[in-house]
């Protein structure tokens, strides 16, 4: 994993950006790139923040939580499906399943989820993503 500015990515890997507002499932999810998936990833905190990073940069998924306090889930899709081309996929991660507008994603994990659960989620929305030979637990 690398977290990463548009000039310091790594050439044919891919770039996912994870916006999540919980510092402890931002955490759990950086541990879960770094230890098994190859690709470049931005993480951050707030819906406006990721807004601002998609301008300036490619990304060919794009995982957000729903419920933020400055930018709700719903709010960032319909911002990103304005500008993003037709390769970005959106993933929403959620505890609250109603809250999710599902026509704007293309993906929805629902909270707590596994890792394996989120590696089967990444794996059908990112063509080339690769996990690192060490077995993902649960």
């Known amino acids: ?8 990515t790594e050439a ?6 994870i916006i999540e507002d919980n510092a ?4 759990m999810l950086a541990l879960f790139f770094e230890k098994y998936c190859s690709c470049n990833v931005t993480i951050v905190a707030s819906g ?11 990304f060919n998924v794009v995982i957000t939580d729903i419920a933020m ?7 960032l899709a319909r911002h990103i499906l304005k500008v993003r081309n037709d390769l970005t996929k959106i993933l ?20 707590p ?19 690192k030979s060490r077995g993902i637990p649960f």
Do not use: W
């Open 24 to 27: 402890a499932i931002r955490k």
């Open 69 to 75: 306090p400055d930018m709700d889930g719903n709010e």
């Open 92 to 111: 929403a991660i959620t505890g609250t399943p109603g809250a999710v507008d599902r026509t704007l994603f293309d993906g929805i994990l629902y909270k």
């Open 48 to 58: 406006h923040e990721a807004a601002e990073i998609f301008h300036a940069d490619t």
């Open 12 to 17: 044919n890997l891919p770039n996912i950006l």
């Open 1 to 8: 994993m690398s977290r990463h500015s548009p000039a310091t």
């Open 113 to 131: 989820f596994s890792f394996s659960k989120l590696k089967n989620a990444l794996t059908e929305l990112c063509n080339g993503i690769q996990f």
